[in-house]
């Protein structure tokens, strides 16, 4: 009987060691994926990214000159030079993230798998749920799930923190490449707006 047990435990514990296995190749297999993925993507807007990105310097070159050969005006135009330059500064800055962050993809897959490892949380995650689950009536129960899901908030946010600080994966987080395409979208208004300043710059210069 006693062998019969012992067999049928390490039966389960080669199925259970086969299915973890398994669950890592296939975690492996989709990092991998998202990694390629990710590269290919920057590839494909690394040059409407920097076109973007220099598109507002060449007029703001163009209003420093103008600038300083004005006699009336000067902070004006170096303020409006400088607030336009830096949209296409900054964009630049992020684009260079961007490249570096796939270059080599294996580095950012390696980052990815280590921001996906997350057993522990989903263990936290499962505590938290049932703390809501199981709270009863009353304030004691209002309390229980309380704390269930302020547990579950603050697991939300240390996992955001922990994507966050791998410096290859941060620049992929949904609330930064939102600001990075609402970057870009500034900078090219900047450089129009900056444009019609320096045709305007120009004729004061000529005037004075």
Same mark, same amino acid.
Do not use: I, K, Y
């Given at each position: 009987m006693t062998t019969t047990n012992e067999s049928r435990f390490e039966r389960w514990r080669r199925t259970a060691v086969a299915a973890a296995a398994?669950?890592?190749e296939a975690r492996a297999t989709v990092v991998r994926e998202l990694?390629?993925?990710?590269?290919?993507l920057v590839r494909r807007v690394r040059i409407p990214l920097l076109v973007a990105g220099?598109?507002?310097?060449?007029p703001a070159l163009l209003l420093v000159l103008?600038? @300083?050969a004005?006699?009336?005006g000067r902070p004006f135009f170096l303020a409006v030079a400088a607030a336009g330059a830096a949209l296409g500064l900054l964009l630049l800055w992020r684009r260079r993230?961007?490249?570096r962050a796939v270059d080599p993809v294996d580095e950012l897959a390696a980052e990815l798998a280590e921001a996906y490892d997350v057993a522990g949380a989903w263990a936290r995650a499962n505590d938290a749920l049932e703390q809501v689950r199981s709270a009863g009536p009353g304030l004691r129960g209002a309390g229980r799930a309380a704390r269930g899901v302020w547990a579950g908030v603050q697991l939300t946010k240390d996992l955001f923190d922990?994507?966050?600080? @791998?410096?290859r994966v941060a620049p992929f987080l949904p609330v930064s490449l939102q600001f990075t395409g609402y970057l870009c979208l500034a900078s090219v208004v900047a450089a129009g707006v900056l444009g019609g300043f320096a045709v305007a710059g120009l004729g004061v210069v000529l005037l004075t």
């Open positions: 398994s669950a890592g990694a390629a993925a990710l590269a290919v220099v598109l507002p310097l060449p103008e600038g @300083l004005a006699d009336s993230r961007l490249v922990r994507f966050s600080d @791998l410096p």
